[in-house]
């Protein structure tokens, strides 16, 4: 049999592969439009597949944002964040720990700006005992694990997010310094909304993390004002 978990889940007679059953799980209950649905799927005794509607147009968010022409309207960000907040946040609802958060696992329609949360192979149950392994990527990993060796999945969650809105508005990762200039100021640029939401969700204790459940009425998420252009590259450079 090939590598990989196997676990029971209500309804099936037999345990199945993991990814399935985080799919099966985060399919439940009302559709979500933000998250990948799971048409079908099969089991063999050496390998699984799993059929997963195709949304079109649709590109992933790292290309979108490699190919974006110019300074990205910050109600643009805000936009695809309200989405990729509500997927997390249905997520843990639905007791998954998706783990692996990123551009490259988000499909965009370059037209709508419509956003679909993708791959949850490097998932897990949601538990509320802390996790001691990562298999998510490494650039998202939370501080507590790199000094701790544990995390927790709602509070490195929320870590992730931090992580997307700082790569789509700076197109890099950032640095132990740049955390800390944004815990101290504000950046020129962005809206103080807009800095207020990063540094909630990037403080390095994840005691002071704001709580995965409150984002979505974070003042930031919830405006809706003109659109203006924001600009905001330059300010780290790479």
Known sequence: MFDTTFIRIDGFAQPLPIEIVLQTLVNQGPRVPEIIELLDWKVERDFYCMVLERPIPCQPLNDFIESYVGPIDEDDIRFIMKQVVFAAQTCCQRKVLHRDIKLENLLINPDTLEVKLIDFGCGDILEDEAYTDYSGTA???????????????????????????????????????????????????????CCDFMRCCLKIDPRERIKLERLNRHSWIKTNEEKKSSEIMGQFGS
């Open 139 to 193: 650039e998202y990993r939370p501080p507590e694990f790199l000094e701790t060796g544990k995390y927790h999945g709602e509070p490195a969650t929320v870590w992730s997010l931090g992580i997307v809105l700082f790569v789509m508005l700076f197109w890099k990762f950032p640095t132990r310094r740049e955390l800390n200039t944004i815990m101290n100021k504000d950046i020129e640029g962005l809206s103080e909304e």
